[in-house]
């Protein structure tokens, strides 16, 4: 059973890989098609989550009015930088959010140790960390030595290198214990039976939607800081 599951849990992510690969590098309208079917199963699942929790209609209404509002303001970010900065931004972005995942389940899995939060039972202090560590450098290592990009965005990304990514491990992690304290509060397991051996959309993306729009801010906030020298540059 557990073989069976982790066995559709690769072949799963596989095939989201490659479809993320082929949609993204293909054309502009690949690209923001995967977006709309991505985003709108999201929305889905969050509507049947704020339905689940909130009996009140008005509230449930007005949230799931925000969160529509939300998932369109991603979609509008991930067209818009492929469109001005390149495909490779869009892998950077991913790939922070990516590593950070696998951070948190190896370390938390080999080391264990003290919970981290009661939202999430299965996370811990270590595995955070371990987010954190993946994160900073695994992404720098991909910048410097595995793609070709834009010498002023590698220089900017460069210079707050660990700030930046430190935070968007923050705000991946965040985005994860969002959606299961909203799984714990409308008593269920996973947000969908969409993705063989994951669950839902939710289950995977969590993080993702979550660091994308706040680490596109907290890159801007920290390059206007750098430029204006409040912000030493860290290399």
Same mark, same amino acid.
């Given at each position: ?122 996370? !811990?202090?270590?595995?955070?960390? =371990?987010? @954190?560590?993946?994160? *900073?450098? /695994?992404? $720098? #290592?991909? &910048?410097?030595?595995? %793609? ?44 969908? !039976?969409?993705?063989?051996?994951? =669950?839902? @959309?939710?289950?995977? *993306?969590? /993080?993702? $939607? #979550?660091? &994308?729009?706040?680490? %596109? ?19």
């Amino acid at each position: 059973m557990i073989k069976s599951n982790l066995s559709k849990r690769i072949l799963t992510s596989l095939f989201l890989i490659l479809a993320l690969f082929f949609c993204l590098f293909y054309n502009e309208l690949s690209w923001k098609s995967l977006l709309i079917f991505f985003l709108a199963l999201c929305f889905y699942e969050f509507n049947n989550l704020i339905n689940k929790i909130f009996i009140n209609k008005l509230i449930s209404s007005i949230l799931i009015f925000l969160i529509l509002i939300y998932l369109y303001l991603i979609y509008t970010i991930l067209v818009k930088i492929r469109f001005e900065y390149g495909e490779e931004i869009i892998l950077i972005l991913f790939l922070t959010c990516i590593l950070s995942d696998i951070g948190g389940y190896v370390v938390g899995k080999l080391i264990g140790g003290p919970k981290l939060t009661k939202i999430s039972p299965g996370k !811990t202090i270590a595995g955070a960390l =371990g987010s @954190i560590i993946f994160t *900073v450098f /695994g992404t $720098i #290592f991909f &910048i410097k030595y595995l %793609v070709e990009i834009d010498k002023i965005i590698l220089s900017e990304l460069l210079s707050f290198k660990y700030l930046w990514l430190i935070l968007m491990s923050i705000f991946c992690q965040s985005g994860d214990l969002l959606v299961s304290y909203l799984k714990r509060k409308a008593n269920i397991k996973d947000t969908g !039976t969409f993705l063989p051996g994951h =669950g839902g @959309i939710l289950d995977r *993306v969590d /993080g993702i $939607i #979550f660091a &994308i729009p706040l680490g %596109v801010l907290s890159y801007l906030i920290l390059k206007t800081l750098a430029w204006k020298k409040k912000l030493p540059y860290l290399d």
